[in-house]
């Protein structure tokens, strides 16, 4: 069985910066692919990030130039370091692994 854990959410300013952490227990292949997504108020689930095995990355335009996501694989770990927060970046963020998604966590942009 796959657990996902997400941490790392909060409230920052706009311009801040935030690293989210997803850590993954049970059995997980470095072979898959892990993802961010985000849902904001009233909107549907989007993807945010996304990073393959060998460690290709696509992101929504949205957050080009300003997220980064990452993996440990040893750690069974994914990171997404958001920079230049803006207030359109509000949303419950989730990570996936293959068909498995976390419980969410939190990230307000606000002043």
């Known amino acids: 069985q796959v657990q996902l854990v997400e941490s790392g959410g909060g409230l920052v300013q706009p311009g801040g910066s935030l690293r989210l952490s997803c850590a993954g227990s049970?059995?997980?292949?470095?072979?898959?692919?892990w993802a961010w997504y985000r849902q904001a108020p009233g909107k549907q689930r989007e993807l945010v990030a996304h990073?393959?095995?060998?460690?290709?990355?696509n992101y929504a335009d949205s957050v080009k130039g300003r997220f980064t996501i990452s993996r440990d694989n040893p750690k069974k770990t994914v990171y997404l370091q958001m920079n230049n927060l803006k207030p359109e970046d509000t949303a419950v963020y989730y990570c996936?692994?293959?068909?498995?998604w976390g419980q969410g966590t939190q990230v307000t942009v606000s002043s």
């Open positions: 996936k692994y293959i068909n498995y």
């Open positions: 049970g059995i997980i292949f470095s072979i898959y692919a």
């Open positions: 990073t393959t095995s060998g460690g290709t990355t």
